[in-house]
């Protein structure tokens, strides 16, 4: 469930810095896709919701898909932007390949406009090659995340010598995005995550980390 819309009509009228109109239209037009999908991003709407005339808003974002490459670009940065850990970072790199997972819980949780945005882009793909090129480049930043924990793994030995980490990224990210489609079970992703971390990283004990 996404939340609500929040009202900007306070606004309207007021100066403010470029920069903070600017947030203020990627995070409306954010709303506006996890609320009624590609299709009813209306740059319109988008201007209306921020409290500014749609002149305005053009002056920022000339078309519609220089909105949509900002709202990508701000995904990106939210993705990486992880969630608060009380400045805990993992101990070992299986901790790390657990936190892929736990990551994409907290978004189901706490943040889901953010995958409903990703998971409307990525159905847009499917017939818009510009959108397609979107979401290529925020597979690509999430799968060399998973990659880097990989390859930390293997430094320390942690890693089956037969794992191919490009494949192995390629397989973990895909596996997850699947079942986030469809799924906001833990205990799915629980055994989602024991299941490849089983056939990918070596035991702590069998390790001797």
Known sequence: MTPKRKKTAAYRGVRMPPETRRTMIVD??????????????????VA??????SATLHHYF????????AVAD??????????????????SPQRAFRQQFDDVLH?????????????????????????ARLVAELNRTWRDDVRSILEH???RGALRETVDVDVAARIVVSAIWDMSMVSQSR???????RQLAALLMIGPKESGL
């Open 48 to 53: 209306a919701d921020v409290g500014i005339n």
């Open 153 to 155: 793994a293997r430094d």
């Open 107 to 131: 978004y189901q949780t706490d943040q889901p406009e953010l995958l409903a945005v990703y998971r409307e882009l990525a159905v847009r793909a499917t017939r818009d090659a510009f959108v």
């Open 74 to 91: 701000e995904l990106r940065t939210r993705f990486q932007t992880k969630p608060d850990r009380a400045g805990r970072e993992p101990t």
């Open 28 to 45: 409306a037009a954010l709303r506006a896709l996890a609320d009624r999908g590609f299709e009813g991003l209306r740059t319109r709407d």
């Open 187 to 193: 205990a799915e992703l629980d055994a989602l995550h």
């Open 62 to 69: 000339p078309t519609k898909n220089d909105l949509v490459v």
